[in-house]
């Protein structure tokens, strides 16, 4: 590198650190009740750090928010105490190879995507506005593209009261004491969702996926309360058949 770049790149780090110092201290010596909001939405910019690709030797709360999901989800055994080491990578990995992406133990786009960590996801795609906004019926846009995701992939083929009654499953788990209770640890439980462990889960859902989420979230449970769904053409597994049927919808079976 020309030594005329290396300069210019160190007076631009400079030029950085002073612009945020001095826009903190503003706002320290300022009475923030008396901005304009003009001003408070300046300097909002100004301090507003862009999420990061998260790596071994990086720290803060979105490596702990990456710890958390993981320790919840059977990967990571270590302390959530956001300090991205070899644990942490090991468990990136470890997901990763299971969600289909690429195992490198570095935590960007598609693995924040993957994660359900929708806000990092559209930070780092310039689009973090619209992953501020709430979703449905109290659960966070994260929550309702989640459950879309975990639709599109499990039943894009099913009829549209089918798509519902999936996202009504994943649901009732997050109530049933017998599960995770959120939406992410819900889809992300081990074994739990074949889209999950085929790679499908990263899949772009449609608007029927997008709206069945919503109908799911707002109260509508086809289901009558099912707790688990299987496609009886395809199951392999005998202790699926023994569940109490509660209702057919398409081509699958839900069952309590």
């Not at 973090?128 to 309702?144: A, L, Y």
């Not at 599109?152 to 083929?157: F, K, L, P, T, V």
């Not at 969702?193 to 086809?222: C, H, Y």
């Amino acid at each position: 590198m020309k030594k005329s770049t290396k300069k210019g790149i160190v007076l631009a780090a400079a030029a950085l650190t002073l612009t945020l110092t001095a826009t903190v201290a503003a706002i320290e010596n300022k009475d923030v009740n008396t901005l304009s909001l003009a001003e408070t939405s300046t300097m909002e910019q100004e301090i507003a750090l862009p999420t990061a690709v998260l790596k071994q030797g990086a720290s803060g709360s979105e490596v702990r928010e990456v710890q958390r999901r993981l320790k919840l989800w059977g990967y990571y055994n270590g302390s959530v105490d956001g300090v991205f080491g070899k644990g942490t990578r090991a468990a990136v990995i470890a997901f990763q190879k299971n969600n289909g992406l690429t195992a490198d133990g570095v935590v960007g786009k598609a693995t924040y995507k993957a994660l359900g960590m929708n806000s990092s996801y559209q930070a780092l795609v310039g689009n973090s506005t619209s992953s501020q906004s709430q979703g449905t019926n109290g659960f966070s846009s994260s929550d309702v593209y989640l459950l879309a995701r975990t639709i599109y992939a499990e039943g894009r083929g099913e009829p549209y009261t089918g798509q519902v009654a999936i996202g009504a499953v994943v649901l009732n788990r997050v109530r049933s004491s017998s599960f995770p209770n959120t939406i992410a640890g819900v889809v992300y439980q081990k074994h739990a969702f074949t889209a999950v462990s085929d790679g499908q889960i990263n899949l772009t859902p449609n608007e029927t996926a997008m709206k069945a989420a919503r109908d799911a979230l707002n109260g509508w449970d086809p289901t009558g309360g099912a707790l688990y769904y299987y496609n009886p053409a395809v199951a392999t597994s005998a202790w699926i058949f023994d569940r109490q049927t509660v209702t057919v919808i398409g081509k699958h079976v839900f069952a309590i």
